[in-house]
């Protein structure tokens, strides 16, 4: 095979016909046929746990273990995917997801129903739709035929596509965009039109689509973009449709009822420390000998301090940032190595040297404080009319930053400039062959070549929709942003997009920082303007953080080997319908719930992402950068570290580099990432040590020790481990939520809690 993307169709599918043929007879390989075709894909369990090596491109196998596990390795067009129950229980979902996470999205507390909740109740459902469904088809003359119902079986394929439409709803939650839309309404009191609120959360939502899906060839075919993210999909899909099963060092009981088992097993756990005893959370046994000691709670409190202790019995905590069991050690190495310099290094000197009087000030929160040490009284400085106040603001005070939130701001500065730096200079030639069309085709990109693609021009195309619909939309309603402003936030994602896709689809750490970047321009370009200040970061950054979402979903697309362009419309559909039903439930919960965004609402709908939101645009779009960042201000050393992020990736390169020619030991400093370093960091606050260190305790023990002494056991179970925790932990959390913290109920008061 050639490293161009010309080859001949033939091969690919005799491969398909000789893992068929030659597997078929193995034990524990059973592969339905139904006319000559497999009825399903099916991982096959006993191959994976022989091997842990990567393989080579050209084999008919994945080169990554990782992938070997839960993604079959064989196709057969034959099987259906666009039938009516698909398309019946996808668009179901995404509404109900959509309408459910959006509405709890503007509570305190809130709940978040996951895409693999969604994902296990899919199951069930295509099930039964498969048996109750007339096996019939329409005609539809020139179209071509349609079948309503294939078979009497729900396929994965199918299930595949209904999770994908589900996760535009499901897996980012309520839309980003509309946090504009509760700003400006309850907080500012613009008067937002319902054709605003409409367009601008499309206009986001469609953007990081076709973004995604020019990006795809760069994003979702290269086999070294794994995105481990969607591994635990791609096991919970395997587990449920896989009846095969092997011995992994001595373990027999299946997938399936390993799952089950897990999942029941931490959704009973959760009671424990998600209500019934909290000190199994945070269990900060330090703080319980010294409570008084100030020292002590700045060094080991796991709220508001920096947690230096690894130890919690709660998976929320260990996986507050990401699943552990998905991310390779090598990256949370990177992740916590930052971590431990930046957080329990740098920023207890600064803290106790009272650099930028943060002695006065708590060591680890997300509010911003006034010269009183107070928490800072955004609306002392604004007018009736949500313009900024600048005589007030001379009298009352510049806002103080703690020390945690003001260090990670130079930390957000280095990532931005390290992020691209490091990409071009170690993926350049990998993001030139995509260019050229040579990218290294593995198996599952050659069996996806079988298919129609979707033609680059039909995102391209949309995407331009967009653009000249975002561009109409700020200057038709009067939103003080200029028409030329869409085009600079454009510019950030188009820089940004690739580069922020390759490192998560690798290591499953979350590279967007665009926040900052458009916080800082928008703050500079448009200050005194906090409606155009918020579209204009909305715009720049939520492209990409939907763009990353679609395009870790194409690549589950790609592993199941859904036809593309099923794909696109699915995608595209549920898009669509998501966003309108995210702004329909915005309006109508703005509308008709009472005192809905105050802070003493009775119910909780206080709006805390309209909130955060409103906050931002008054610091950054109304005082501005200029007053905080400048230079002479109080903060403006840490303008430094935009030179230095962008100078160690280039350093560490240059001495691999140098050193390689000249036979030097250098080879480690491929696994020295900078943009890790700096950008693993991204949640601190309202994330502390203990989610760090606990979060990289899990992972060396699974991913690097259980991966190396017992591989066959890694490879059957641990993608499967990684999904019944998050499923467990998420059905739990829906269960305390709806059936006793929203009702009104406590857990008695005891010691423990």
């Not at 995604?212 to 060839?217: D, E, I, K, V, W």
């Not at 007030?392 to 701001?409: C, G, K, M, R």
């Not at 979350?510 to 703050?523: K, P, R």
Request: with cysteine; net charge neutral; glycine share 8%.
């Amino acid at each position: 095979m050639s490293d161009n993307h010309e080859f001949d169709v033939e091969p690919t599918e005799k491969a398909v016909k000789d893992v068929v043929d030659t597997k078929g007879g193995e034990p524990g390989f059973e592969v339905e046929l139904e006319n000559g075709h497999l009825q399903d894909l099916e991982v096959d369990v006993a191959a994976i746990v022989q091997d842990g090596k990567v393989e080579d491109f050209e084999a008919d196998t994945s080169p990554y273990p990782e992938v070997r596990a839960v993604v079959p390795d064989m196709d057969d067009q034959a099987i259906p995917v666009n039938t009516l129950r698909m398309w019946i229980i996808g668009i179901i979902f995404t509404m109900i997801g959509a309408g459910v996470n959006q509405f709890f999205s503007l509570r305190y507390p809130s709940v978040h129903i996951v895409g693999l909740v969604a994902e296990l109740l899919a199951y069930p459902c295509g099930v039964f739709l498969a048996k109750v469904l007339p096996l019939y088809t329409i005609n539809l003359g020139r179209l071509g035929t349609w079948c309503i119902n294939p078979d009497r079986h729900f396929n994965i394929k199918e299930h595949a596509v209904i999770t994908i439409m589900a996760n535009v709803s499901f897996g980012a939650g309520g839309a980003d965009s509309t946090s504009i839309i509760q700003a400006g309404k309850k907080f500012y009191n613009f008067d937002i039109k319902p054709g605003f609120s409409v367009l601008i959360v499309l206009c986001c939502q469609l953007l990081g689509f076709g973004v995604a899906g020019l990006a795809s060839p760069w994003l979702v075919e290269p086999a070294s973009i794994i995105w481990p993210g969607v591994l635990s999909n791609c096991a919970l899909l395997s587990t449920l449709h896989t009846k095969l099963n092997a011995v992994a060092n001595g373990w027999r009981i299946s997938r399936l009822r390993f799952f089950m088992y897990v999942m029941v097993g931490a959704g009973v756990w959760y009671f424990f420390p998600g209500l019934i005893f909290v000190g199994l959370s945070y269990f900060t046994w330090v703080c319980w000998i010294a409570p008084n000691n100030l020292i002590v709670n700045h060094l080991f409190g796991m709220v508001s301090g920096l947690g230096l202790s690894p130890i919690t019995f709660d998976w929320s905590q260990i996986a507050y940032n990401t699943n552990p069991l998905l991310s390779p050690s090598w990256a949370a190495l990177n992740v916590f190595g930052g971590f431990v310099v930046f957080f329990w290094l740098v920023t207890p000197i600064l803290y106790y040297t009272n650099t930028w009087f943060l002695a006065y000030l708590p060591m680890c929160t997300a509010d911003l404080y006034d010269n009183t040490a107070q928490v800072y009284n955004v609306t002392r400085v604004m007018n009736a009319d949500g313009t900024f106040n600048v005589g007030e603001y001379e009298q009352y005070s510049p806002p103080f930053l703690p020390a945690t939130f003001a260090f990670v701001y130079g930390i957000s500065f280095a990532a931005l400039t390290a992020v691209p730096v490091h990409i071009y200079l170690w993926h350049g030639t990998q993001i030139w062959a995509a260019q050229q069309g040579r990218t290294k085709l593995d198996i599952h990109a050659r069996l996806m070549r079988l298919y129609k693609s979707v033609p680059w021009y039909w995102y391209g195309s949309l995407t331009l929709l967009i653009f000249v619909l975002a561009i109409v939309t700020v200057v038709v309603y009067h939103t003080n942003l200029p028409w030329w402003a869409i085009i600079l936030a454009s510019l950030i994602p188009a820089v940004y997009m690739i580069p922020c896709g390759i490192i998560q689809g690798i290591t499953n750490v979350d590279a967007n920082q665009l926040n900052v970047l458009a916080e800082f321009i928008g703050g500079y370009m448009f200050n005194g303007k906090p409606l155009a200040n918020m579209i204009f970061k909305i715009l720049s950054t939520d492209v990409v953080g939907q763009g990353l979402y679609f395009a870790q979903d194409m690549k589950l697309g790609h592993y199941l080997k859904v036809p593309p362009r099923t794909l696109f419309f699915a995608q595209g559909s549920a898009t669509i319908l998501g966003a309108l039903t995210q702004t329909g439930v915005t309006l109508w919960m703005l509308g008709n719930i009472n005192e809905i965004c105050d802070s003493e609402q009775k119910d909780g709908f206080t709006c805390p992402n309209g909130r955060t939101v409103f906050s931002s645009s008054v610091i950054w779009g109304a005082i501005g950068p200029a007053r905080v960042y400048s230079v002479g201000k109080i903060y403006s050393g840490l303008l430094h570290f935009f030179w230095l992020g962008a100078l160690t990736p280039l350093v560490s390169w240059a001495i691999w580099k140098y050193g390689m020619k000249r036979g030097w030991k250098v080879a480690w400093i491929e696994w020295l990432n900078w943009p890790l370093i700096y950008v693993g960091t991204y949640n601190v606050p309202p994330a502390t040590g203990i989610n760090y260190s606990s979060w990289a305790l899990v992972n060396v023990i699974f991913n690097f020790w259980l991966k190396k002494k017992f591989f066959a056991w890694w490879s059957k179970y641990n993608y499967v481990l990684a999904a019944a925790l998050d499923t467990g932990l998420a059905i739990s959390t829906i269960v305390i939520f709806f059936c006793i913290s929203y009702p009104g109920g406590v857990f008695p008061d005891w010691w423990g809690e």
